[in-house]
């Protein structure tokens, strides 16, 4: 049986999520950061010497990288769902999507965190990151227009990547300039299968609360 090394509260949210959606048996390992200091507790570096969440466990084989995870469940255990056919333009832009969520649209998302806790003396960096973070979720909002999902319109591993993103966009208010990211963020949540995986971690902090 798989297994995921789950810390709360991060991207391996959306593993779960995926493994939901195929119905793929699975175990968690639950991981809790620290109070104080909000990072991974060290047991994790047992599991990866890294100690970095999420990490996939398949008899006895050790993946990490969220992107590198989604590929090898859906080639693994997906049986052709949420992936498009190789050779085909769909897979191509799949493909950039996969890569896209943690090579480019995570980056000034952790920038903006990392460099808060330097108060005034980040100031400098302030513009230029919310700048990035910006332009990045406007192409997002831009290629995925009026669709419901990323690729053909139909759901993917594209979404279960993107969705932490469009998550923490509209968890910090970017939804009210990007509707179009504010309701994607709300189907994914309402999704069945992403509400399983919510009940077996919550509290999430991303979690967007129903509108009134």
Known sequence: MLIVHHLNNSRSQRILWLLEELGTPYEIKHYNRDSETNLAPPELKAVHPLGKSPVLEDDGQIII???????YILRRHGGGKLMPAAGTAAHEAYLEWLHFAEGSAMTPFLLA???????EAAAPLQPRIQEQIGSHVAYLSGRLGSNDWLIDNTLSGADIMMSFIAEIAAAQGLGAHFPNVQAYAERIQARPAWQAAAGKTEPYNFH???KA
């Open 65 to 71: 990288e969220s992107g590198a995870i989604t590929d």
């Open 208 to 210: 967007l609360k129903p």
């Open 113 to 119: 965190l990392y460099t808060a806790r330097l108060g």
